[in-house]
């Protein structure tokens, strides 16, 4: 699976759109990427995924550059419950393989 | 509403026992499912991935022999932790892939087990 960098920590005002940056240079032409989160002490939520077109859902939206290179997670209204550790993971689609979590992201919704 | 299950949610054993923890998917039959662990401030690191009907295959430094997995049915896959010591207190998460559509991942609520 190709390797991602997401920054420590982010800061973000509640009721603001939260943006995630992700780094996944070195991604190959069959790996999506995916988002997860993890809210402290439990186990990791499902996000969205997407391979090369920008995807939304009820919960998010995740823009992908042109070269796939990077991309951004975005939580249009950010509130207090989506204070959580952002994983973004790329790897292939239905490989049945177990997923390699990085460090993520910490973003933290101030109120 | 929840698509995997674990139990229990937490358990505290005595150094040198042995633990068992479930995991069932209740959405969709898993013929796959992972065991991850994850330490205090870490992240989740995959242990093994949970074949039904046939052996587990672990990753690299996971001993085998003291992490016992057995995937009976294509909806519950166990996790036996033997001689259990405090260094394998830790939390610990199943996962199940979605079979069709994204493959996303489901997780389960964890265990976090004690070992005093």
């Known amino acids: 699976d190709a390797k991602t960098t997401q920054p420590p920590s982010m800061d973000c005002a509640e009721g603001r759109a939260a943006n995630l940056p992700c780094n996944h240079s070195t991604i190959s032409g069959n790996e999506y990427v995916y988002w997860y989160r993890q809210i402290h002490s439990q186990g990791p939520q499902y996000i969205i995924h997407?391979?090369?077109n920008n995807e939304t859902n009820e919960m998010a939206s995740l823009i992908i550059t042109e070269d796939r290179k990077s991309s951004t997670l975005i939580l249009p209204h950010a509130t207090l419950r989506d204070t959580a550790v952002y994983y973004c993971?790329?790897?292939?689609?239905?490989?049945?393989?177990?997923?390699?979590f990085g460090k993520g992201t910490h973003l933290i919704i101030q109120p | 509403g929840a698509v995997v299950s674990q139990h229990p949610s937490w358990v505290i054993c005595k150094s040198g026992t042995s633990v068992k923890i479930e995991c069932r998917s209740l959405?969709?039959?898993?013929?796959?499912m992972f065991w991850y662990r994850q330490f205090p401030k870490q992240s989740l690191m995959l242990m093994a991935t949970?074949?039904?009907?046939?052996?587990?295959?672990?990753e690299q430094g996971v001993e085998k022999d003291k992490f016992l997995i057995n995937h009976a049915s294509l909806t519950l896959s166990t996790l036996t932790v033997t001689s259990a010591h405090p260094e394998d207190s830790s939390f610990y998460i199943c996962?199940?892939?979605?079979?069709?559509?994204?493959?996303?991942?489901?997780f389960g609520p964890g265990t976090r087990l004690t070992v005093t």
């Open positions: 959405d969709f039959q898993a013929t796959t």
């Open positions: 949970s074949n039904e009907g046939s052996k587990a295959t672990y």
């Open positions: 996962s199940v892939e979605r079979p069709s559509g994204g493959h996303e991942q489901y």
């Open positions: 993971i790329v790897t292939e689609k239905g490989g049945a393989d177990g997923l390699t």
């Open positions: 997407g391979l090369k």
